[in-house]
């Protein structure tokens, strides 16, 4: 169960999309906004809750939503990761079933969710042992690629791919770039994308990023994509498990549908080999999740330590099921899976039911 403790603001459980841990501190993001959540861990429960606006930490562009669709933790850093997406305005009032064509034809202003950074994590000297992110720690100091008057870099590199660039110019949940999920090992950096599937390949990009003595980040060398078999399914979050990937795949758009942890075994020693030339990668289905019809849309993962040096997976759902509401609380349940163990040969996974937590 996660208790947000919201002390009167908006509910922020009800629209969460990314999720990382340091120990007994759990970082969440919201697809609405420019801010950080932050919870610590209490008897079962995930309480205290407290914001962090990112433009305190960032020189950002925070003039709309980041769309915050992607949180890693590596090393005392925590990376924070927009969706780089285009978005078409919601249009139409409640009773009223007319569609302005001219108004719904028109995509939203990118560079505010153009956003690839990370933080240092230092203790809250508030807290008892919960961690906090900012912007200078001693020499460690917070940066971001630099946002541009279009985007990004990152945002640049994808629109001269000769693969991505069609879907640069297409709305997220309607076939265009959508990035979700975000792993860092050191300046090895894993983006997943939950849009394009291209044929039934999921995209994974991974780069170099370095960072200056300013902190700012910079990426070093080319976009390599990597092909994955997720079923035909799209990449809604990426963890690491030591030198294991996990990978919350799901459907592009969002329509309800099968929803699937994968296993990528060794993903740290299988790194890109070529710009071009690519192998097709198939990631072993581990967990079958559940999905709700019009709610409880799987969204993120947080590893979490199980008995007898087992692990579990917390798996955050956007748009909660009323069912895991507590109104009185403002607090959401999730569900709390035990990773299978590793085969020695793949095999098609069962379902597994969910434990609560």
Partial sequence: MLDADCEGADDPTLDLSAAARHGNTLFLGSDEGVTLERLSR??????????????????????????????????????????????????????DDRIDLSAFATLKYTR???????????????????????????????????????????????KDSPLLKPFTRIAAKEGGVDL?????????????MRGPVIQTYAVLLELEIVAKASGRLTIAGPLHKRMLELDGLGIRDLKRDGADLLILAGPTTGLDGPCAVY??????GDPPQDDQVVRRHRPERIIDLPFGRGDDHPEGLVLLDGINGERDLLVICDS??????????????????????????????????????
Avoid: Y
């Fill in 42 to 95: 209490g008897e079962g429960v995930w309480s205290g809750h407290q914001r962090f606006p990112l433009d305190a930490i960032f020189d950002l562009d925070a003039s709309g939503e980041a769309d915050i669709e992607g949180l890693a933790e590596d090393d005392g850093w925590l990376w924070v990761l927009g969706s780089h997406a285009r978005t078409r305005p919601k249009v139409g009032k409640a009773g």
């Fill in 112 to 158: 505010p969710r153009c956003l690839l950074a990370r933080a240092p994590l230092v203790a809250d000297r508030n807290t008892d042992g919960t961690m906090e992110p900012v912007r200078i720690d001693g020499d460690r100091r917070a940066g971001m690629v630099r946002q541009t008057r279009h985007g990004n870099r990152l945002a640049r590199m994808l």
């Fill in 180 to 192: 979700e999920g975000i792993a860092v090992a050191g300046s090895r950096v894993a983006i997943g």
């Fill in 263 to 268: 296993r990528w075994t060794d993903w740290l």
């Fill in 320 to 357: 909660p099921a009323a069912s895991r509401l507590d109104p009185m609380r403002r607090s959401v349940r999730c569900d709390r899976f035990r990773l299978p163990v590793k085969q020695q040969k793949s095999k098609r996974p069962t379902a597994h039911s969910p434990e609560p937590s």
